[in-house]
């Protein structure tokens, strides 16, 4: 079975200063995708940044980076330069695409809170 | 563009009863997902529609039922409604049919069971 894992439920970053956020999963596809999603609180759920399993480099957009290692199936997530904004429940996320099919699996969030 | 929408925001309903959401897709994306999300259980997969059909499947029981419109739109229906039923549903478009793609989320439409 495909499982996708957030170890940490909470962290607290301060502003300006750097956090990683964990995710490992389970799979025994080849190709697939990682994405990572905020969800602000009371706010839609956008889209941070998305990686292709067949590709060896690292994602990035702007402040945001991921650290691939698909060896140890483990996917997390470098938000540099914290702002207030970036408080907000983060979630990862494992898509398949296979006979005509797709499937996502989410992890169950972290929530990072930014201190002023 | 406008993105997905989804009415009601808001909703309350008692045990028994049942409710339809209703979500409008991005214009242009033909595949339509359904998601609960519960504090407990996080994100769970509901169902995907795409071109009017059901092309996938989440765990759910069969009071969960949901289907797609020529135009796209989608609409989730729960009958008998039960208290755990009591969460935030989401509705997530994409272009569909294609390997590349991302998903973009509605705001959601809460749904309080009493």
């Known amino acids: 079975a495909q499982t996708v894992t957030q170890s940490q439920p909470e962290m607290s970053v301060q502003e300006a200063e750097t956090v990683t956020l964990s995710c490992t999963y389970d799979t025994s596809e080849n190709n697939y995708y990682l994405f990572w999603y905020k969800q602000p609180p009371s706010r839609q759920m956008i889209l941070v940044i998305r990686q292709e399993a067949y590709k060896q480099q690292n994602a990035t957009e702007n402040r945001f980076s991921v650290n691939f290692q698909k060896a140890a199936k483990s996917f997390s997530l470098k938000i540099s330069d914290s702002q207030l904004g970036d408080t907000a429940m983060y979630f990862c996320a494992f898509m398949t695409f296979t006979s005509g099919t797709y499937k996502y699996i989410f992890g169950t969030g972290t929530r990072l809170k930014v201190l002023a | 563009k406008a993105g997905v929408t989804q009415t009601p925001r808001y909703l309350i309903k008692t045990r028994g009863q049942q409710v339809t959401l209703s979500c409008s897709p991005i214009s242009g994306h033909r595949s339509v997902s359904w998601y609960q999300q519960t504090p407990g259980q996080g994100l769970q997969f509901l169902f995907e529609y795409f071109s009017e059909t059901q092309r996938n499947k989440g765990n759910f029981p069969g009071r969960f039922s949901g289907r797609q419109f020529s135009n796209s739109r989608s609409e989730m229906n729960v009958s008998t409604l039960e208290l755990g039923d009591s969460a935030l549903y989401l509705c997530?478009?994409?272009?569909?049919?294609?390997?590349?793609?991302?998903?973009?989320f509605g705001p959601g439409t809460r749904l309080l069971v009493l």
């Open positions: 997530a478009s994409e272009l569909g049919g294609t390997y590349q793609e991302t998903q973009y």
